[in-house]
């Protein structure tokens, strides 16, 4: 009896010994051990290359002020349209950067640039020593020269010299205050529209206004009443496109080397010809 009950417990260890190892045990004791990635250091960009597809990606905002017709004015879909917005377009194939534009007052335009609500604006902008001294501009894309317009039954003015005394209107935030400012004695107020301006004139509310050719030449052709007395250079380089200073060197670079390219292809020209600025 007992020799049996030995036997059976020894069959019961040895079948022990031998059942197979669980599944989960196996691949524990078959499998090497694997090194863990840091999570720091799994699928991270470099920083130079994250930055440069970041600047490749970025949308530029470009701040005009679309009441200045031909350069930026409203258009039949209710968005900015004109020879400046062409442009900007023109210069963005070129170059190669993605914009949106944004629509706003005039005198907004250099402190939106300063802090950076906007990247540049292209709106008629006179290169000045004193603008220059807050904002960077590309090389000019156009020249204008100042206009003295007066209404047609005044016998009073017909000199810049008459102006003396005399209430003039001029465009706030422009280059041409500086030239009504000027004038000895004068009363200057200001308008934020050509066409407010115009308005005043014909209301005899100003003596005079001052604007420039472009703009003088398609208001002139509509009212009649309205007459041009005078004419100078408007004191500037013409107008460039600003940028915050010292920040934008190398796209200011590409834009300059872009202007030259669509002057000596015609496609400055043909921008010319569509807005009747030629």
Partial sequence: MKKLLTFFVVLFFASLLNAETPEAAKKAETLPPQEQTPPSAQQQTPPVAAEKEKQENAVLKVGTTANYKPFSYIGMSFEP?????????????KV????????????????????????????????????????DFTNPYFKTVAVYIKHKSNEDLNDKADLKDKKIGVEKGTSLEKLANSIEGAQVEHFSSSFLGISNLKNKTYDAIII???????????????????????????????????????????INEALETLKSDGTYDDLLTKYHLK
């Fill in 81 to 93: 349209i004109g020879f400046e917005i062409d442009l900007i377009e023109e210069l963005a194939k």
């Fill in 96 to 135: 190669g950067f993605k914009y949106e534009i944004k629509d706003m007052s005039f005198d907004k335009i250099i402190p939106s640039i300063q802090n950076s609500s906007i990247d540049m604006g292209i709106a008629a902008i006179d290169i000045t020593a004193d603008r220059k001294a807050l904002v």
């Fill in 212 to 254: 420039d050719l472009v703009e003088a030449s398609g208001h002139l052709e509509k009212n009649k009443d309205l007459v041009k007395f005078f004419e100078e250079g408007d004191g500037t380089d013409g107008f460039g496109i600003a940028f915050a200073k010292g920040k934008n060197e190398t796209l200011m670079t590409k």
